[in-house]
């Protein structure tokens, strides 16, 4: 009996192992809003550490602890942040900078898993407008792979990019409306 157990244990292990080694190499997740404001308004909040560091969905916990380096804004420009599990610790760096279309950056995470992505936001006139893009891609590791068959990295990230994106769009939309006043 102990032996039918044991066998039906391993298939169990050797399916969910062989299930985790088919998931993508890559990691890619992309989100997009439209901002009623043209390209020129939406990049300085893109092209600052500091200035993203107001609408990003992950650093909004008072107890992260940020600290910034390089230039204040465009290339070199970095945050280093650690908070608790849900965060982690790594360091974010912009590494192009094209105004005001595109900004690049590295993001490096040290936990609580460690990986590299890149990490791109374009900017693109759209009717009156900009359609901001949030995208990342980074390789996926085993164990990452195996992480991703309970927690859907689509769903997590994607859920917080679109959180986001809605509060940058929040945060211009009301700053145009302001000044408009």
């Keep these: 009996m102990l032996e039918i ?13 062989a299930l985790a080694a088919r998931q993508p190499d890559i ?5 997009s809003i439209f901002i009623a404001a043209p ?16 609408w990003s969905p992950f650093v909004k916990d008072p107890s992260v602890k940020l600290s910034y380096g390089g230039p204040e804004r465009g290339v070199g420009a970095a945050c280093d942040f650690e908070g608790d599990a ?19 950056v590295a993001l490096r995470l040290d936990r609580p898993m460690k990986c590299s992505n890149r990490v791109e ?9 900009s359609l901001v893009t949030w995208d990342m891609k980074g390789r996926q590791p085993f164990v990452g792979k195996l ?24 945060l211009v939309e009301t700053a145009r409306e302001e000044a408009a006043q």
């Design 86 to 104: 849900k965060v982690g610790a790594g360091r974010v760096e912009i590494v192009e900078s094209v105004a005001p279309s595109k900004v690049v």
């Design 121 to 129: 936001f374009t900017i693109a006139p759209q009717n009156g407008g």
């Design 39 to 54: 390209p020129e308004r939406v990049f300085p909040l893109v092209d600052d550490p500091r200035a993203t560091n107001e």
């Design 147 to 170: 992480f991703s068959l309970v927690m859907k990295p689509e769903k997590m990230v994607g859920g917080a990019f679109e959180r986001g994106l809605a509060d940058l769009k929040t």
């Design 5 to 17: 157990i044991g066998v039906g244990v391993a298939v169990i292990i050797v399916a969910i192992l």
């Design 27 to 31: 990691c890619h997740i992309a989100r």
